[in-house]
């Protein structure tokens, strides 16, 4: 969707992408792609230098699990010892800061995609109830914390009780987990860090997000205005209608 939406603007596009995680339809989408594998910083940087690409964006998804087969090059090993702890903005950040020093600037994909952001409201037929209000305050702390802390963005509540925090197992499992423990009516909240960089690490949601929710019966999903995309927003909607659950996006 990104690649599209910038070819569309009249740009050239070329596409880094990892072994094992990028969907290889993207090849078909830009002018161009070169495949690495998760750490080759040297190779990455390679390949926009070559290209002349003096923009870059950081687009979909990195299983967290891949961080256990990664295969750096030197540049990703001495990035990696630079590192005191392997957390998402940790690791973004330093990598940002190289491709910097290399004339490369970093954009955010949402300047090009900005209406999949989340809009404020209720976006379903259902409204949360008086109760679930309640789970969605209690939860949004908490969930503001465990971001603050650099380690998830979703958590799932039930009676302002946790049930679930997201680790690197991902939301759609978090969902599944908590929403097992809750039975029925688990309240999914997901929200940007705190000091949140749109550069990289937007927090998303998509259909699959509630088919999760459906599959465990639970109830409202809450979001933060602005600072969420929405994949397949259409079809999200339409399943919640149908099975009984409130989507709300709020402002932080």
């Known amino acids: 969707m990104v690649a599209d939406s910038i070819r569309k603007q009249g740009h050239r596009v070329v596409a880094v992408a990892h072994r094992e995680e990028t969907d290889p339809e993207l090849a078909k989408k830009v002018d161009q792609i070169v495949w690495i594998h998760l750490g080759q910083l040297g190779q990455l940087i390679k390949a926009l230098k070559k290209n002349g690409v003096q923009k870059a964006l950081m687009a979909g998804t990195i299983s967290k699990r891949l961080m256990f087969k990664i295969k750096p090059d030197l540049k990703g090993l001495t990035l990696m010892s630079k590192l005191a702890i392997f957390h ?13 020093k290399e004339g490369i600037h970093i954009v955010s994909a949402t300047a090009y995609i900005p209406e999949l952001l989340s809009p404020p409201g209720c976006l379903t037929k259902r409204k949360p109830s008086k109760k679930e209000k309640e789970d969605i305050e209690f939860g949004w702390q908490i969930a503001k914390q465990l971001g603050k802390l650099d380690i998830g963005q979703c958590v799932v509540v039930r009676r302002r009780t946790v049930l679930a925090l997201e680790a690197m197992e991902g939301t759609d499992e978090t969902i599944l987990r908590g929403g097992k423990l809750a039975r029925e009516k688990a309240v999914v909240v997901k929200v940007s860090k705190p000091n949140q960089d749109l550069r990289f690490d937007v927090p998303s949601v998509g259909l699959k997000t509630v088919e999760s929710m459906a599959k465990v019966k639970a109830s409202v999903l809450a979001l933060e205005a602005g600072k969420t995309l929405m994949f397949d927003k259409s079809d999200m909607i339409r399943l919640a209608n149908k099975s009984g659950i409130a989507i709300v996006s709020e402002a932080g």
Do not use: W
Request: hydrophobic share 40%; charged share 40%; glycine share 8%.
């Open 88 to 100: 998402d903005d940790g690791i973004l950040t330093s990598l940002a800061r190289e491709l910097e």
